[in-house]
């Protein structure tokens, strides 16, 4: 008579003790996720606030806007000036405003010398002479510019390549939540140019491609 082997499983208890383990590693790794995102949009954050105090030395050290500087050409005194720059028309505004690329900027513009003279100035670190921009801490660049989303003749700092949830938690943080009030303002750049003035834009979490501009 043959006889017959018991046939080794999980008992219910073992499965339940498996997924109650399963579960609490992916909650920590979604809460991982969610830690590292948050930081990500507070450096996002300080890099627009950044921008601001950066202008404003610039500013009160050598009594012209970046980029727009008129005697920009003339800034001996620390090592740079010369030929390294146009002059700008120093109309008090960073670009001319209006149908203004400004990802990439264009050569030569404003927009970029305004990047190039304050990394001469040693209020932003790269190479003086690079035609890129800096980037922000969620890897797109940033820009300034005026005259965008419905602001007006007022210089503002812009950021690319930014997700639905990163520019909606950067409005709520800063200012009215709002895409197209206040300080803080955002467009989808895919669907809309970035002098986009005032359309209604909801800050759908997964969309990518948004901008967002604040004031100076």
């Known amino acids: 008579m043959k006889t017959l082997k018991k046939q080794g499983g999980f008992t219910l208890v073992e499965i339940a003790i498996v997924l109650v383990i399963v579960g609490l590693l992916l909650a920590g790794v979604l809460k991982g996720q969610e830690l590292i995102e948050n930081s990500r949009i507070k450096n996002l954050a300080k890099d627009l606030d950044s ?20 005697t920009a050409t003339t800034h001996t005194e620390r090592g740079w000036g010369a030929t390294a720059f146009t002059a700008g028309n120093n109309n008090g505004l960073i670009g001319a405003g209006g149908a203004v690329i400004i990802f990439p900027p264009a050569a030569g513009s404003e927009n970029l010398q305004a990047f190039q003279a304050l990394r001469r100035a040693g209020f932003v670190e790269g190479d003086p002479a690079a035609t ?25 700092v812009c950021m690319s390549g930014l997700t639905g949830k990163q520019a909606g938690a950067l409005d709520r943080l800063l200012d009215d939540g709002v895409n197209n009030t206040g300080n803080v303002r955002a467009a989808i750049t ?19 491609g948004f901008m967002v501009c604040k004031i100076l």
């Open 132 to 156: 890129t921009l800096p980037t922000s801490a969620a890897g797109g660049g940033i820009s300034l510019t005026n005259n965008v989303m419905g602001f007006g003749l007022v210089n503002v």
């Open 190 to 208: 895919a669907t809309t140019p970035a002098v986009a003035a005032g359309a209604v834009v909801n800050y759908v979490e997964a969309t990518a």
């Open 51 to 70: 921008m601001t105090a950066v202008v404003r030395s610039y500013q009160d050290r050598y009594r012209g806007v970046p980029g727009d500087d008129l």
